[in-house]
């Protein structure tokens, strides 16, 4: 069965440092993996994709992920996070019936 | 172009009532999704439409249900509400899979009493 584990419920970065939030599948099949952001009181924002292909996926809001097969991981990665990136990330793996992770919350400090 | 529109965006009900919620998905858009949010749970797939027809579902008890509409139109129903059903249902559309990328709507926060 397919599932998705994020290990760190809750990350605190400083502004302008960099920011990696991870990602572990499980998926019997090629994985299709996501990763979305969810603000306070608001739906969730597809941040990036992955189906094949290049293993680092850029994504908005200069946001990347890179998938390693080997590790099952699809980590977020950003250089340089500010204060408007705090908010809840999730994980996510499959097609039709797509699994979350539980979520990472991020606080950002200035 | 306008998002995905759920209504209504909050709603308090008793146990033991039904209650419908709508989702309008962003035109063209013909998959819709339904998800349940809660803290102890997280979230949670309860099932996806494309074409009216009912092409995944989850782990739900039958009293919760939906439908799709001709226009692409969703709504979701739970019938005989329990206290646990409290959360915030999510609709999500994408053009014709979930592979394509959902767009979320902001939800409906159902209180049960």
């Known amino acids: 069965a397919q599932s998705v584990t994020q290990p760190d419920i809750h990350i605190t970065v400083s502004e302008g440092a960099s920011l990696e939030l991870r990602c572990n599948y499980s998926?019997?099949?090629?994985?299709?993996l996501f990763w979305y952001v969810q603000s306070p009181g608001q739906g969730l924002q597809l941040l990036l994709k992955y189906f094949s292909g290049d293993t680092l996926v850029q994504g908005i809001k200069g946001f990347e992920a890179e998938f390693k097969r080997s590790q099952s991981s699809f980590n977020l990665r950003k250089p340089s996070v500010h204060w408007s990136d705090a908010a809840e990330y999730f994980c996510?793996?499959?097609?039709?019936?797509?699994?979350f992770g539980a979520g990472t919350r991020l606080t950002v400090k200035p | 172009k306008a998002g995905v529109t759920q209504t209504p965006r909050y709603l308090i009900k008793t146990r033991g009532q039904q209650v419908t919620l709508s989702c309008s998905p962003i035109s063209g858009h013909r998959s819709v999704s339904w998800y349940q949010q809660t803290p102890g749970q997280g979230l949670q797939f309860l099932f996806e439409y494309f074409s009216e027809t009912q092409r995944n579902k989850g782990n739900f008890p039958g009293r919760f249900s939906g439908r799709q509409f001709s226009n692409s139109r969703s709504e979701m129903n739970v019938s005989t509400l329990e206290l646990g059903d409290s959360a915030l249902y999510l609709c999500?559309?994408?053009?014709?899979?979930?592979?394509?990328?959902?767009?979320f709507g902001s939800g409906t926060r159902l209180t049960v009493v």
């Open positions: 999500a559309s994408s053009l014709t899979q979930a592979l394509d990328g959902y767009t």
């Open positions: 998926y019997g099949a090629t994985p299709y």
């Open positions: 996510a793996v499959g097609a039709g019936d797509m699994r």
